[in-house]
C-alpha cells in the first residue's frame, strides 16, 4: 500500500518537468493515467537513445502510469478527459499557455465539474506576467534565472548544467505543492485547488544563498569554476590519474585535512589559520595543495582523506556512478522494459527510502496499451469503446 493509493491521477504532460512530477506521484503508490496524444504519444517516445525502437528517455520518465491515447482536438476526446476528471483527485498538465484552454481543460471548466480537483499547471513563465506566452524549455529557465551565469570557468562563457534543473525544480515544487492540497482536503476538508508552478520561478528559488549574496553584494555572483569562492579548500583537485572533490566547509575540517595530505605546518600558517584567512589567501593556497594533490591516484587520495574524516570524493563518470558499489547496495539503479521492448533499460529509482512502504515500480507502458481499461473503467462496453476507435478519438 502506498502513500498515495486510492489517489487518481489524470496526467496531461510531456518531455521532463510534468512526467517527473506524475511518475513520483505514481512511485508514492497513486494510480496515474497518461493521456497521450494517437499515434505519437508524448514527444519524449521520439526522442533517442532508443532501446528496440523504445525512447529510453520515455522509460526513465514514466514508469507507474497507465497510457490511454485521446484525441483532444475533437470535442468527443474532450469529453472523455473531463469523464476522467470528474472521477479523479489531481490533474497535471504543462502544455504551453492556452493549449488546455484551447482543449477545454482549463481550471475553470474542470473545477465546475470536480470541485474537489487538485489542479496543476506546470509552466516555463508565471500567468499574468510579461513572459507569460513566451515558449520555454530547461536551458532557456536556466539561462533566464542567473543560474548559468555562475556556473563555468572564470575566463569563459555561461555554462549549461546538462542535468536539467529547471525542469526537475518545477517537478519537485509541484509534488510537493500537490501533495500539500491533498492533505488540506482530505484533512482540514478544504475544497480543490489550483496551483501553477513556474519553472524560472522553481529554480530562481533554487539560487538560495547565491542570490543572496549577489543581493547583498549588490553585484554578480561570481563564476569560480571548479572551486568556492569564499571557503577552501573546497575545490576539484586534479590527481595523478584523474579528479577528486575535497571540501573543507568547517574550521575543524582544517587540521584533519592537512595531515591527511601530510603537512601540519600548514595548521597554524598565519596564511591559513581561519575560514576568513584561507578564502583571503586561496590562490596561494592551491598553489601549495595542488602540487601535493597530483603525486596520488584518485583511488589512493580517496582512502587517505576518508580515513582523516575529510569529505572528499572521486569525480565518477555516469557510468562508474552507475557501476559504483554504494550505487549497488542501494538497488538504486532498476531495469525497465515496456510489452515491445525485448532489453531492458537501467532507470534510477524512486530515491527516498521509508519504513514500511516500498515504492513500486512497473514498466512505462506501451502507447495507448491502457485505453479500453480506462474506458471501461468509466462505465464503457467493448461496442461503444470500438465505436470511439473507429471515429479516431481514442487509438
Not at 512530477?21 to 499515434?39: C, F, N, Q, S
Not at 513566451?134 to 548544467?161: C, E, K, L
Not at 553585484?219 to 571548479?226: A, D, I, K, Q, T
Given at each position: 500500500?502506498?502513500?498515495?493509493?486510492?489517489?487518481?491521477?489524470?496526467?496531461?504532460?510531456?518531455?521532463?518537468?510534468?512526467?517527473?512530477?506524475?511518475?513520483?506521484?505514481?512511485?508514492?503508490?497513486?494510480?496515474?493515467?497518461?493521456?497521450?496524444?494517437?499515434?505519437?504519444?508524448?514527444?519524449?517516445?521520439?526522442?533517442?537513445?532508443?532501446?528496440?525502437?523504445?525512447?529510453?528517455?520515455?522509460?526513465?520518465?514514466?514508469?507507474?502510469?497507465?497510457?490511454?491515447?485521446?484525441?483532444l482536438r475533437s470535442d468527443r476526446g474532450q469529453d472523455l478527459v473531463l469523464e476522467l476528471l470528474e472521477e479523479a483527485d489531481v490533474f497535471v498538465e504543462n502544455?504551453?499557455?492556452?493549449?488546455?484552454?484551447?482543449?477545454?481543460?482549463?481550471?475553470?471548466?474542470?473545477?465546475?465539474?470536480?470541485?474537489?480537483?487538485?489542479?496543476?499547471?506546470?509552466?516555463?513563465?508565471?500567468?499574468?506576467?510579461?513572459?507569460?506566452?513566451?515558449?520555454?524549455?530547461?536551458?532557456?529557465?536556466?539561462?533566464?534565472?542567473?543560474?548559468?551565469?555562475?556556473?563555468?570557468?572564470?575566463?569563459?562563457?555561461?555554462?549549461?548544467?546538462?542535468?536539467?534543473?529547471?525542469?526537475?525544480?518545477?517537478?519537485m515544487y509541484a509534488v510537493q505543492a500537490i501533495t500539500g492540497a491533498l492533505y488540506d482536503r482530505d484533512v482540514n476538508d478544504a475544497s480543490g485547488e489550483y496551483i501553477e508552478v513556474s519553472m524560472l520561478n522553481c529554480i530562481m528559488s533554487w539560487l538560495g544563498i547565491r542570490a543572496t549574496a549577489s543581493g547583498?553584494?549588490?553585484?554578480?555572483?561570481?563564476?569560480?569554476?571548479?572551486?568556492h569562492s569564499a571557503v577552501a579548500p573546497y575545490k576539484v583537485y586534479e590527481t595523478a590519474d584523474s579528479y577528486v572533490v575535497v571540501a573543507v566547509a568547517s574550521q575543524g575540517l582544517w587540521p584533519k585535512f592537512c595531515r591527511a595530505i601530510d603537512r601540519e605546518d600548514l595548521i597554524a600558517d598565519p596564511r591559513f589559520e581561519t575560514s576568513a584567512d584561507r578564502s583571503a589567501n586561496m590562490d596561494a593556497l592551491y598553489d601549495i595543495t595542488d602540487d601535493i594533490m597530483r603525486q596520488k591516484t584518485t583511488a589512493e587520495w580517496f582512502d587517505i582523506l576518508q580515513e582523516h574524516g575529510v569529505p572528499s570524493g572521486p569525480v565518477r563518470n555516469t557510468i562508474e556512478a552507475l557501476e559504483d558499489e554504494y550505487t549497488g547496495q542501494q538497488g538504486l539503479v532498476q531495469e525497465l522494459s515496456t510489452d515491445d521492448c525485448d532489453d531492458t533499460v537501467p532507470v534510477i529509482r524512486y530515491p527516498v527510502d521509508f519504513g514500511t512502504f516500498e515504492a513500486p515500480v512497473t514498466d512505462p507502458r506501451p502507447l495507448g496499451a491502457d485505453t479500453y481499461r480506462s474506458l471501461r473503467e468509466l462505465g464503457y462496453d467493448d461496442a461503444e469503446i470500438e465505436s470511439l476507435r473507429e471515429l479516431g478519438v481514442v487509438g
Open positions: 500500500m502506498g502513500f498515495l493509493n486510492g489517489i487518481d491521477v489524470v496526467d496531461l504532460t510531456q518531455m521532463v518537468s510534468g512526467p517527473v512530477a506524475t511518475m513520483h506521484l505514481g512511485d508514492m503508490g497513486a494510480d496515474v493515467v497518461k493521456i497521450e496524444r494517437p499515434e505519437t504519444g508524448d514527444i519524449s517516445r521520439g526522442l533517442p537513445p532508443f532501446v528496440d525502437g523504445t525512447s529510453s528517455q520515455f522509460v526513465a520518465l514514466n514508469r507507474n502510469k497507465r497510457s490511454v491515447e485521446v484525441d502544455y504551453k499557455a492556452g493549449t488546455v484552454d484551447e482543449f477545454g481543460l482549463d481550471y475553470d471548466t474542470v473545477a465546475a465539474r470536480n470541485p474537489d480537483l487538485v489542479y496543476c499547471s506546470i509552466k516555463g513563465f508565471a500567468s499574468d506576467s510579461i513572459y507569460e506566452d513566451n515558449p520555454a524549455y530547461d536551458m532557456v529557465a536556466q539561462a533566464m534565472s542567473g543560474t548559468m551565469s555562475i556556473n563555468g570557468q572564470p575566463d569563459g562563457p555561461p555554462t549549461y548544467t546538462s542535468t536539467p534543473i529547471s525542469d526537475i525544480a518545477a517537478s547583498v553584494k549588490d553585484e554578480p555572483y561570481p563564476r569560480v569554476g571548479n572551486r
